[in-house]
């Protein structure tokens, strides 16, 4: 038979004491931030999940460049390999444009990462070019997209997205009110961009403000840190048009 030690029948020495004003009104308060930490914890865990989904670049699993095939500017190539590629090439500093494209400028890459590896120079990216390349990938890596860049290494929570220079204007300018940056992100036609930007929607909206501003006037972009749900300005590469 279990007793119920606490409840309105227990022995008076066991009853809780009732709360001071101060302690109740803390409790009053603390229970008003409930719905707005619960909808943060949620929109957090969507984001966290949508980049589960959609690869996640863990150190070396960004579609393992040792499956693509041989990509040269004469072959026909797989986009997202072509892509992986660039965005690998990128991340170890060099400068090529990631658009999944094979063209000269990703070719001369090629030549010269061949070059520092004593590999042969043909300008085709074969087994060994691709396997040299993902050994050299380090432990976090920087994915660029069209609309938007984002980092992450292991463990999970290091991973930060970098909204583009537009995208980070417009949200400048939404985030004057509340509906206007919520329209703004279900128009965005990236499904991680948009992810994200509706998590901003349950930060203080004066805060997005104030960052995206920062941005804005240092011609960079809003950096997003999904593991601690902070903001911040980054000027750097991986800030996009």
């Known amino acids: 038979m279990i007793i119920n030690s606490f409840g309105p029948n227990a022995p008076e020495s066991r009853r ?15 229970r008003r931030r409930q719905p707005a930490a619960t909808a943060l914890t949620t929109a957090l865990a969507v984001v966290l999940s949508m980049f589960v989904l959609t690869g996640c670049p863990w150190p070396g699993d960004n579609r ?4 693509c095939p041989a990509m040269s500017r004469s072959a026909e190539n797989d986009q997202s390999c072509v892509s992986a590629m660039q965005n690998a ?9 990631v658009d999944g494209v ?10 010269r990462f061949q070059a520092t590896r004593d590999l042969t120079i043909d300008g085709i990216a074969g087994t060994s070019t691709l ?8 432990a976090d ?37 509340a509906d206007g940056l919520r329209a703004l992100c279900l ?3 990236e499904i991680r961009t948009r992810v994200v930007c509706e998590v901003l929607l349950t930060l203080a909206t004066l805060v ?7 941005a804005v006037a240092a011609h960079g972009c809003l950096a997003a840190a999904l593991g601690n749900v902070r903001l911040r300005t980054d000027t750097g590469p991986h800030c996009r048009p």
């Open 141 to 177: 890596r920087t994915i660029i997209t069209a609309h938007g860049a984002f980092t992450c290494g292991n463990p999970f929570k290091t991973c930060t997205y970098y909204f583009g220079r537009a995208t980070t204007r417009q949200i400048y300018v939404a985030s004057g009110q």
């Open 208 to 214: 997005v403000r104030e960052e995206a501003g920062r």
């Open 16 to 30: 809780a004491a009732p709360l001071s004003p101060a302690a109740a009104g803390h409790r009053r308060r603390w």
């Open 89 to 97: 090439f990128l991340t170890l500093g060099e400068d090529v444009e």
């Open 187 to 189: 128009r965005l036609e």
């Open 131 to 138: 396997k040299a390349l993902e050994d050299a990938q380090p």
């Open 64 to 67: 393992q460049l040792t499956s």
């Open 102 to 111: 094979y063209g000269t400028q990703t070719e001369k890459v090629v030549r």
